[in-house]
């Protein structure tokens, strides 16, 4: 009875409803363990019902009172190797399974959220992937404009080293030119000073002609009075020879010739005026003819010189036109090179900043690949681990349902099966026992454990482990397609 008021009363939360006494016997109609309510206790639903004799039907039937007669067998508690720290164990893995269940719910939902972000993955992996392919042409694209661009630039090479040569062709033209130049200068600057001295003696000689035929006026002047002179003497004295002639005359005896005395002087006087003349005739014609011949020679010369003047203007002329056409050419040359230089070095600076945002380019795609290279490994990385906890959680889902299947079958064999206590059948979870006679049910009749209407968790009666295998079993029929386990190869 002790024993059986114990287990009635197993937990401090078990309340008894009715415990009513019919004819000295003890009945007890129900016993709740862990409340009326199915939640998560669950009722372990006892019925006792003993009469006097422990053998009558004590459902809906009560005997009239009689004496109480004290069996002191019964008295005696039972044996029954029920460890008293099962309802621990239980409660433990009730918690436990609890546990669990949040685990695997947690579970499922990171499985979920994974495959998600492996489906995201293999879409970020498609594209990059496209855009490999997609950089690698614009990659082949830039390797040509670079080529071109060398080329080019290989070609205005060739193109400056040619135009150096000619610069340099120039060059020597040019300083043959202003060497010429020079010299004409110099040959310029001599004839000048030459003509500068010829002009002085030409002018010299011209002054000395005019002052030689100032004096040859002057002395044609002078003859030409010492002639009137002359005459008019001779005109006077041949008057006074006449006169005297005509008035004087003398009776000299001794018989004077005047006239020879007179022809003698005037003949001396013609003589000495004749040869004055001659003398100053000769004299000036030879003055003349040596002024004449200076005049001639210095009018030669100063033709001659005229001449050489007017070739040297000439030449000048020439050569300052030739000397303004070279240095046109040469500034002409000079800007065509100037303009060459600048288009070439435009074009190597053009060509040098392409090439540096190539290479930028192409170092940034270099990076871009090792980054996108770097996160898909790091990604592969993840999504091995994925993978192989993926396999973990099934593997352990697994065991775990071979686990419940395995304790589903130890519970069944477990409440299923008949015992005998004291005589009679008895069923542990089922059917009815009888201890001495009368009739106890002792969680029989309506009330079962792992079977029946009472129910351990609520609802129908099954057992916290059974319950639990259930929930497993349904768990895994939603996910009744297996996990997708992807493979390194399928993605490489």
């Known amino acids: 009875l002790s024993t059986w008021t114990k287990m009635a009363t197993y937990s401090s939360s078990s309340s008894r409803k009715s415990l009513p006494v019919s004819g000295g016997g003890y009945t007890i109609s129900r016993s709740s363990y862990g409340g009326t309510s199915a939640g998560p206790g669950s009722v372990y639903g006892m019925s006792m019902s003993m009469g ?28 029954l190797e029920i460890d008293p720290t099962i309802q621990a164990v239980r409660t433990q893995e009730k918690d436990q399974i609890k546990t669990l269940n ?12 994974l495959e998600q972000q492996n489906k995201m993955l293999e879409t970020k992996w498609n594209l990059l992937q496209e855009q490999t392919t997609t950089r690698s042409n614009i990659e082949g694209m830039f390797e ?35 060497r010429k130049y020079e010299d004409e200068i110099n040959k310029r600057a001599a004839a000048e000073n030459e003509f500068v001295l010829l002009k002085k003696d030409v002018d010299a000689a011209y002054m000395n002609k005019v002052e030689l035929e100032a004096k040859a006026d002057a002395l044609q002047d002078e003859i030409n009075f010492l002639r009137a002179v002359y005459e008019a003497e001779l005109r006077e004295l041949q008057s006074q ?53 200076s005049a001639g020679q210095y009018g030669d010369d100063l ?10 203007n000439r030449m000048i002329a020439r050569l300052q036109n030739e000397i303004e ?8 040359l000079e800007a065509q090179i100037a303009e060459a230089e600048e288009r070439g070095e435009l074009a190597v600076k053009d060509a040098k900043l392409r090439i540096r945002e ?13 980054r996108q290279v770097r996160e898909y490994q790091e990604l592969m990385n993840v999504k091995l681990a994925l993978d192989i906890e993926i396999a973990t959680y099934r593997k352990l889902l697994e065991g775990e349902e071979t686990r419940w299947d395995e304790l589903e079958h130890l519970i069944a064999s477990y409440g299923g099966g008949s015992a005998s206590y004291g005589g ?16 106890a049910s002792y969680g029989g009749g309506s009330a079962s454990y792992g079977g029946g209407s009472a129910s351990y968790g609520g609802g129908s009666a099954r057992s916290p482990n059974q319950s639990q295998s259930v929930l497993a079993r349904e768990c895994i029929k939603r996910r009744a397609a297996p996990f997708p386990i992807y493979k390194l190869s399928n993605l490489i």
């Open 424 to 439: 009679g059948s008895a069923s542990y979870g089922g059917g009815s026992a009888s201890y001495g006679g009368g009739s």
């Open 325 to 332: 056409a070279v240095k046109g050419q040469r500034a002409s």
């Open 303 to 312: 033709r001659t010189t005229k001449a050489e003047i007017a070739e040297l």
């Open 102 to 113: 949040n685990r695997f719910a947690s579970f499922i939902d990171k499985v979920r959220f």
């Open 52 to 79: 006097s004799s422990f053998g009558g039907i004590g459902q809906g039937f009560v005997p009239p009172i009689t004496a109480v007669q004290v069996n002191k067998s019964l008295l005696a508690p039972l044996n």
């Open 241 to 293: 020879i006449k006169d005297t002639s005509v008035i004087v005359e003398m009776d000299n005896s001794r018989n004077l010739d005047m006239d020879s005395i007179v022809a003698e002087v005037r003949a001396q006087y013609e003589d000495i005026a004749n040869r004055s003349r001659a003398e100053a005739e000769t004299w000036y014609r030879q003055k003349y003819e040596e002024m004449q011949s």
């Open 358 to 370: 190539l290479e930028d380019a192409l170092q940034r795609a270099k990076q871009d690949m090792t």
């Open 144 to 178: 040509a404009y670079i080529s071109n661009l060398r080329r080019q630039l290989d070609g205005l090479g060739n193109e400056k080293v040619k135009l150096e040569g000619e610069l340099r062709n120039m060059q020597g033209l040019v300083e043959d030119f202003k």
